[in-house]
């Protein structure tokens, strides 16, 4: 304990010199750096200098507006931070996000957000989004964010995050949070390959390629390729009595592949994307064979988007698309139900679904900003299946279709020049349910550099197929009674710019969840979905960053949250109170040199037999060089978990079934491990 107490401290105060330099160097270099010619910043009015600066977003209103206007409290992370963090996954893109934390059972990657993951949960309270195509599936509702997410993250230009209920724009599963991923235009991209190498005997490549031609025509592919053998042996103490005395090997592997087209012309687009993973479950979940590498999961996914967007002068802006979608899951569990010998399950699932949304914004009223839209979904297929082999025994064959749609209308009206009011409802109807979920904001701008938001918002979350229907007959029984979730939503923000240089943002926030969905376990021990718990949360959010003209950046931020069961007044589980996050990027030589470093700390979570994870100070560091030796040569070097600290994560109820053996409660996560990158652009 105490040695880990030191290096601990020494993480603070390496990452904290670190800070105090660059901050220094960068106020001192920017002092003595003349300005460029044809950039005389005093030539320029504030509110010039504060639209140079500030970010425009769209996923708030979805219409672009300043991210001070937005009626939202939002992060923006580009591809320059993805690249220079060394970011390898969207799971680690989003643990440096203000407020955000990420969970892993060595299988899949969740994500918490303002104090809120429930185990058990498939990331189904955030919606994800692809250039405003939505990527949650329609048999989990999932928001993939590991290994599983089809895109490469290289070809990503910039990532929105608005926090809070987003429902009355998106529907369902905008319960916490959107992301909306843009992606890079084929110009940026033209002629790339990439390939990478880490510990774990881990590799991936990439070729992309990206061009317009003279008859106006852009079109963009891109093909990545991924494999990890994992670590070759993990120990799990609660299998110490397991024939492997608590060993795991060659369980852990890690293989995907993805493949990306767009097309556009003219005012149409055209997309496809698609991904598959394959992944070893080395943690003995449901019921399965400890240390048995036949255990695995197979996802994919995949969809065909058609996009039109077109501006009618002082009539309306108008965006459509029609799309279709498919994701697939096989998962192989090798089980022997106490006693030797051992059979396989086989549980699949397969969804396919198409559907149509549109958004016009009409422009000719004054002060307004009017938007009507409606989206409509046919899932054509929600199957799940289960299938014991050897003896074959069918415990699940469900196969089921469903419509739903939403309608909304949202007003963005300036009531005087600074001060703009934001009214918006939406009605979304289900086979055997509907919802209305209304959102008001007052954004008050005094003056350019300060924003003051006032925002409520309701949103719901609808209960998915495998919560509703899924039993294997084993582990899982089904509950097709379930309501939807319900959540209230207050937040108080204050936005500022200062010192040309610098952006602060401070907000406290107050949500109520009604009819929350858990994951519980009966009598039998058998895992199965209710609507048991109201919880509810306070919350206070602090971040600061700073730029300079050299090139260097920083962020800090500080996320204190208390979320509680409304009827017992405990803790939620897997519920940090403190998360922290501070990040600097230096150009050590020009603009080819850069060296980042990056901190991440989370308090103790609460696991769900009441005991406590610990509470890691992760550090990470990347190095990265551009065009140093030749040009479009892009070279970068990573470490992560520096000082090699030991993290874990809260583990869910699946991982509580062995017979005779005690529940996992926490899993443990990689220790210190590397990757060296090379993209040569040509």
Same mark, same amino acid.
């Given at each position: 304990?105490?040695?880990?107490?030191?290096?601990?401290?020494?993480?603070?105060?390496?990452?904290?010199?670190?800070?105090?330099? +660059?901050?220094?160097?960068?106020?001192?270099?920017?002092?003595?750096?003349? %300005?460029?010619?044809?950039?005389? #910043?005093?030539?320029?009015?504030?509110?010039?200098?504060?639209?140079?600066?500030?970010?425009?977003?769209?996923?708030?209103?979805?219409?672009?507006?300043? +991210?001070?206007?937005?009626?939202?409290?939002?992060?923006?992370?580009?591809?320059?931070?993805?690249?220079?963090?060394?970011?390898?996954?969207?799971?680690?893109?989003?643990?440096?996000?203000?407020?955000?934390?990420?969970?892993?059972?060595?299988?899949?990657?969740?994500?918490?957000?303002?104090?809120?993951?429930?185990?058990?949960?498939?990331?189904?309270?955030?919606?994800?989004?692809?250039?405003?195509?939505?990527?949650?599936?329609?048999?989990?509702?999932?928001?993939?964010?590991?290994?599983?997410?089809?895109?490469?993250?290289?070809?990503?230009? /910039?990532?929105?995050?608005?926090?809070?209920?987003?429902?009355? %724009?998106?529907?369902?599963?905008?319960?916490?949070?959107?992301?909306?991923?843009?992606?890079?235009?084929?110009?940026?991209?033209?002629?790339?390959?990439?390939?990478?190498?880490?510990?774990?005997?881990?590799?991936?490549?990439?070729?992309?390629?990206?061009?317009?031609?003279?008859?106006? %025509?852009?079109?963009?592919?891109?093909?990545?390729?991924?494999?990890?053998?994992?670590?070759?042996?993990?120990?799990?103490?609660?299998?110490?009595?397991?024939?492997?005395?608590?060993?795991?090997?060659?369980?852990?592997?890690?293989?995907?592949?993805?493949?990306?087209?767009?097309?556009?012309?003219?005012?149409?687009?055209?997309?496809?994307?698609?991904?598959?993973?394959?992944?070893?479950?080395?943690?003995?979940?449901?019921?399965?064979?400890?240390?048995?590498?036949?255990?695995?999961?197979?996802?994919?996914?995949?969809?065909?988007?058609?996009?039109?967007?077109?501006?009618?002068?002082?009539?309306?802006? %108008?965006?459509?698309?029609?799309?279709?979608?498919?994701?697939?899951?096989?998962?192989?569990?090798?089980?022997?139900?106490?006693a030797p010998p051992s059979t396989t399950n086989l549980d699949t699932a397969l969804?396919?679904?198409?559907?149509?949304?549109?958004?016009?914004?009409?422009?000719?009223?004054?002060? /307004?900003?009017?938007?009507?839209?409606?989206?409509?979904?046919?899932?054509?297929?929600?199957?799940?299946?289960?299938?014991?082999?050897?003896?074959?025994?069918?415990?699940?064959?469900?196969?089921?279709?469903?419509?739903?749609?939403?309608?909304?209308?949202?007003?963005?009206?300036?009531?005087?020049?600074?001060?703009?009011?934001?009214?918006? *409802?939406?009605?979304?109807?289900?086979?055997?349910?509907?919802?209305?979920?209304?959102?008001?904001?007052?954004?008050?701008?005094?003056?350019?550099?300060?924003?003051?938001?006032?925002?409520?918002?309701?949103?719901?979350?609808?209960?998915?197929?495998?919560?509703?229907?899924?039993?294997?007959?084993?582990?899982?029984?089904?509950?097709?009674?379930?309501?939807?979730?319900?959540?209230?939503? *207050?937040?108080?923000?204050?936005?500022?710019?200062?010192?040309?240089?610098?952006?602060?943002?401070?907000?406290?926030?107050?949500?109520?969840?009604?009819?929350?969905?858990?994951?519980?376990?009966?009598?039998?021990?058998?895992?199965?979905?209710?609507?048991?718990?109201?919880?509810?949360?306070?919350?206070?959010?602090?971040?600061?960053?700073?730029?300079?003209?050299?090139?260097?950046?920083?962020?800090?931020?500080?996320?204190?949250?208390?979320?509680?069961?409304?009827?017992?007044?405990?803790?939620?589980?897997?519920?940090?109170?403190?998360?922290?996050?501070?990040? *600097?990027?230096?150009?050590?030589?020009?603009?080819?040199?850069?060296?980042?470093?990056?901190?991440?700390?989370?308090?103790?979570?609460?696991?769900?037999?009441?005991?406590?994870?610990n509470d890691p100070i992760i550090v990470n560091l990347s190095i990265l060089s551009?065009?140093?030796?030749?040009?479009? #040569?892009?070279?970068?070097?990573?470490?992560?978990?520096?000082?090699?600290?030991?993290?874990?994560? +809260?583990?869910?109820?699946?991982?509580?079934?062995?017979?005779?053996?005690?529940?996992?409660?926490?899993?443990?996560?990689?220790?210190?491990?590397?990757?060296?990158?090379?993209?040569?652009?040509?």
């Amino acid at each position: 304990m105490n040695q880990l107490r030191r290096r601990l401290n020494l993480c603070c105060a390496a990452v904290c010199l670190l800070a105090v330099g +660059v901050f220094c160097y960068s106020a001192a270099w920017c002092e003595d750096q003349p %300005l460029p010619a044809g950039d005389d #910043l005093s030539e320029l009015s504030l509110e010039q200098l504060m639209q140079m600066k500030v970010e425009k977003v769209v996923t708030a209103s979805r219409f672009s507006q300043l +991210v001070t206007e937005a009626p939202a409290s939002m992060s923006v992370i580009t591809s320059d931070d993805i690249r220079k963090y060394g970011y390898r996954t969207l799971a680690d893109v989003l643990r440096s996000v203000p407020g955000l934390y990420v969970s892993s059972d060595r299988n899949y990657s969740y994500l918490g957000v303002r104090g809120f993951n429930r185990p058990g949960d498939f990331n189904s309270r955030v919606l994800l989004m692809v250039d405003g195509h939505r990527l949650n599936d329609n048999i989990y509702d999932t928001a993939a964010i590991g290994t599983e997410f089809p895109l490469d993250i290289d070809l990503i230009d /910039h990532i929105e995050f608005m926090r809070g209920p987003g429902s009355s %724009l998106y529907g369902s599963n905008a319960f916490f949070g959107v992301l909306n991923i843009f992606t890079r235009k084929s110009g940026d991209v033209g002629r790339e390959l990439s390939a990478s190498a880490a510990n774990y005997d881990t590799w991936s490549g990439r070729a992309s390629y990206g061009t317009s031609f003279n008859s106006g %025509l852009d079109v963009l592919f891109s093909g990545t390729i991924y494999d990890s053998a994992g670590q070759r042996s993990l120990y799990f103490p609660e299998f110490a009595s397991s024939p492997s005395n608590g060993n795991t090997f060659n369980s852990d592997y890690d293989s995907s592949k993805s493949a990306y087209a767009r097309f556009l012309l003219s005012d149409f687009t055209l997309t496809g994307l698609f991904g598959s993973r394959k992944k070893g479950i080395p943690t003995g979940a449901f019921s399965t064979v400890f240390n048995d590498p036949n255990t695995r999961t197979i996802d994919e996914r995949g969809y065909v988007d058609l996009g039109y967007r077109r501006t009618f002068p002082d009539l309306f802006t %108008l965006s459509a698309r029609v799309y279709y979608d498919h994701y697939g899951f096989d998962g192989t569990y090798v089980t022997d139900n106490g006693a030797p010998p051992s059979t396989t399950n086989l549980d699949t699932a397969l969804g396919n679904w198409w559907g149509a949304d549109t958004v016009a914004t009409l422009t000719p009223l004054a002060e /307004h900003n009017l938007s009507l839209g409606a989206e409509f979904r046919q899932n054509l297929a929600q199957n799940q299946k289960n299938v014991d082999v050897n003896p074959a025994a069918i415990n699940l064959d469900d196969q089921r279709r469903s419509v739903n749609f939403g309608l909304f209308i949202q007003d963005e009206y300036h009531i005087l020049k600074p001060l703009r009011i934001s009214l918006g *409802v939406r009605y979304d109807n289900y086979n055997v349910f509907s919802a209305v979920d209304p959102r008001a904001a007052l954004v008050y701008n005094p003056v350019e550099t300060t924003a003051l938001k006032l925002l409520y918002s309701e949103a719901f979350r609808a209960p998915n197929a495998n919560e509703r229907y899924y039993q294997d007959g084993d582990t899982s029984i089904s509950n097709p009674d379930l309501k939807p979730e319900k959540i209230r939503t *207050v937040d108080a923000i204050w936005e500022q710019y200062f010192m040309e240089n610098y952006r602060s943002s401070l907000g406290g926030f107050y949500y109520r969840v009604t009819d929350l969905i858990s994951q519980t376990t009966n009598n039998a021990n058998k895992l199965v979905y209710r609507n048991v718990d109201n919880a509810e949360a306070v919350g206070v959010a602090l971040s600061m960053e700073g730029f300079w003209q050299n090139g260097s950046k920083g962020h800090l931020s500080y996320n204190w949250q208390q979320v509680t069961n409304v009827s017992t007044g405990a803790l939620l589980s897997n519920s940090p109170r403190h998360l922290v996050k501070a990040n *600097v990027s230096i150009p050590l030589f020009r603009q080819q040199l850069f060296v980042s470093p990056e901190l991440q700390y989370t308090s103790q979570r609460m696991t769900l037999d009441g005991t406590k994870t610990n509470d890691p100070i992760i550090v990470n560091l990347s190095i990265l060089s551009r065009d140093l030796w030749f040009k479009g #040569l892009e070279a970068s070097a990573s470490i992560y978990n520096l000082f090699n600290v030991h993290a874990q994560d +809260v583990a869910g109820e699946e991982h509580g079934q062995q017979p005779n053996l005690p529940p996992l409660q926490t899993i443990r996560q990689d220790g210190v491990n590397f990757r060296f990158k090379l993209s040569y652009r040509f």
